[in-house]
């Protein structure tokens, strides 16, 4: 009989973020214990956590073929056909696991994901409603209630997000849509707070910087200015990052009428969005020449 210190000792590898070892692990104890559903579940969440999407899905179903009423790897199976955008199927396997376990919040508040993917914006509020009817204080449903509602009823959705920072104090990515429901409203002074709290939860938050030099008029001393200029030399970010940070930084040097450091800044989010979209002049050029030749007078 499997004990629980070796099901443990495979979980600290996996949560270590040690697959590989944890892959190992299990089939040296499937050897000894070839039916144990838990083992093949745990082999999907590492073969998955290694890109191993097939083997990943394999494992899952082999669980629910020794377990028919096994939730949590119809679960797991539905997160992984999500991520690879195979959403009608990904619907029908959460809807499983919530037929073999009502009580499972994280599985409706998928499927509520999976239908807004979808498009289906009346079935995803249904699945969050009765997310939150088992877990009244999850979060993260109460912010993706309100991405739903932010499409068509912006009141609802700040009411959402709202909520969804009383539950979570630190809740940025709330506080940044927060902002930008505002700001579509006209709530401009509303919006420039909600972006700061954003910013000062998540220093980090380059998108919140970005928005909110859009809407503020800046002064020398801004502390917010310093610290684009930081994020700006981080070399974890990606390009996208960086040509936001460096329009951002542009519209600060507007502001000051530093014209040198507009064009600097300009010119270097403009070229990383020539690269980004693999820009060239030259090229564009030839393919007017050919225009030319195809379709002439």
């Known amino acids: 009989h499997l004990n629980q210190e070796q099901i ?14 944890a892959v190992d692990s299990i089939k040296a104890l499937n050897k000894d214990h070839p039916n144990v559903p838990l083992l093949f579940n745990l ?32 679960f797991n199976q539905g997160v992984i056909l999500k991520g690879i955008g ?18 499972y919040p994280d599985a409706h508040n998928n499927l509520g994901n999976t239908y807004k993917d979808l498009g289906m914006y009346d079935e995803a509020i249904e699945s969050y409603e009765w997310a939150l009817a088992y877990k009244p204080n999850f979060e993260v449903v109460q912010l993706n209630l309100g991405i739903i509602y932010s ?16 539950i979570k104090s630190d809740y940025s990515e709330a506080y940044f849509n927060l902002g930008s429901v505002l700001r579509h409203l006209g709530r401009q002074e509303e919006s420039i707070k909600s972006y700061e709290k954003a910013i000062e939860i998540k220093p980090d938050y380059v998108d919140a910087h970005k928005n909110l030099s859009a809407m503020k008029f800046y002064k020398k001393n801004d502390p917010q200015i310093k610290h684009m200029q930081l994020l700006l030399d981080n070399k974890l970010l990606n390009d996208q990052d960086h040509i936001a940070l460096n329009f951002a930084l542009a519209k600060v040097s507007e502001d000051l009428e530093n014209k040198d450091d507009f064009f600097r800044y300009l010119n270097a989010g403009n070229n990383l969005r020539k690269q980004e979209l693999d820009y060239s002049f030259p090229k564009d050029l030839e393919m007017i020449d050919k225009i ?3 379709f002439t007078s």
């Open 43 to 74: 082999l999907g969440a590492c073969h998955k956590s290694l890109g191993q999407i097939d083997a990943a899905l394999q494992m899952l179903e082999t669980a629910t073929k020794i377990k028919p009423d096994y939730a949590e790897a119809y």
């Open 86 to 103: 195979r959403l009608e199927e990904a619907v029908e396997l959460y809807k499983k696991a919530i037929s073999l376990n009502p009580n």
């Open 292 to 294: 030319k030749e195809v």
């Open 151 to 166: 499409e068509f009823d912006q009141e609802s959705a700040i009411k959402h997000y709202k909520k969804a920072i009383e």
């Open 8 to 21: 443990n000792s495979v979980i600290a590898l996996y949560n270590n973020g040690k697959f590989q070892e």
